[in-house]
């Protein structure tokens, strides 16, 4: 301490000091570096219930729009490459309206050569009917002489064959007709289920095949669909509804719905149907506390005309509940 004038006492005065500068420093760092606490709207209004169920006793669950008649998966019965694809998502196409063709030229060859052979097969009818016309006239003619010495007993016997062999070969080519027949059948058969038409009227909603592409049919669950469409005409939405809570829900009455992620729009949906069968939970919120270990009820509600909703689409939905029951004195 030598450094130190004498008057100036280091641990009396300058650590003091020291200390104090310490203070005051590790206070603004800790002031600086709080968190920011001020309250703000957030950026998602949570679900919430309106009007009549504001109040009442309600039971919510969440639910995925999808078309009244659900979605119908479009396959193909055979295998091919696709020559056309005549709709586009968004489209609305009546029932058996052309979604896409195949490529049918090898069943055409084939309906082509049934049809060479359905004409072979009516001009063999008619050289096999002009045959035994000929030779039962011949019979008729030998059997009608008076005089047994007028033909012999081997001519007889010949016509009578020639008869026979007549009709036989006559009911040959009828067969060889009717399976040339049976073949050009097949072929257009064939043809047709190489045209896959819509099975109901409704909206197309997915697309997933391209002119060129070779489309197999559907064996397996992976396979994805070549067309998606439904009835969207009205939108249905499938509700969830916990199996502990599903004692509680007020069938046949209506349920506020709103999308995911805009709780200020809300609409009243109408009861449709409750699904038979308790299924394990598919419709996943992302919420923190949710369990994913439970079955569910599926409750179906028709959603109004809006433009608020697309297949596909999660929604929040709270419907009444039931009137507790009232105790009763024993």
Known sequence: ??????????????????????????????????????????????????GALANAP??????????????????????????????????????????????????????????????EARAAISE????????????????????????????????EGEEAAATSRLGLARAR??????????????????TVRAPIAGEILAVNIRPGEFVATQGGGNTQPFIQMGDTDPLHVRIDIDENEAARVKLGAPAVVSPRGAAELH????????????????SLTNSAAERVDVRVVQLIYALPESDDFRVGQQVDAFIPAKDAPADTEG
């Open 58 to 119: 309600r039971v919510a669950g969440a639910g995925i729009v999808e078309p009244a008649s659900e979605v119908i998966d479009i396959g193909s019965a055979l295998s091919g490459l696709v020559t056309d694809v005549r709709v586009k998502p968004g489209d609305r196409v009546a029932q058996g309206e052309v979604l896409f063709t195949v490529d049918a030229r090898a069943a055409r060859a084939s309906l082509t050569q049934a049809a060479a052979a359905i004409s």
């Open 128 to 159: 096999a009917m002009a045959a035994e016309r000929t030779a039962r006239q011949q019979l008729d003619l030998y059997r009608s002489l008076t005089d047994p010495a007028a033909v012999s007993r081997a001519e007889v016997i010949r016509a």
């Open 267 to 282: 609409v009243n949906a109408a009861f449709v149907r409750a699904e038979p069968q308790v299924v394990p939970k598919r």
């Open 177 to 194: 007709l009717a399976a040339t027949q049976a073949a050009a059948a097949a072929a257009r058969t064939e043809i047709e289920r190489l």
């Open 1 to 50: 301490m030598a450094l130190l004038p004498r008057n100036l006492s280091f641990s009396r005065q300058i650590l003091p000091i020291i200390a104090v500068v310490g203070v005051i420093m590790a206070a603004w760092f800790i002031i600086g570096k709080l968190p920011n606490r001020d309250t703000v709207e957030p950026a998602e209004q949570p679900p919430k219930a309106v």
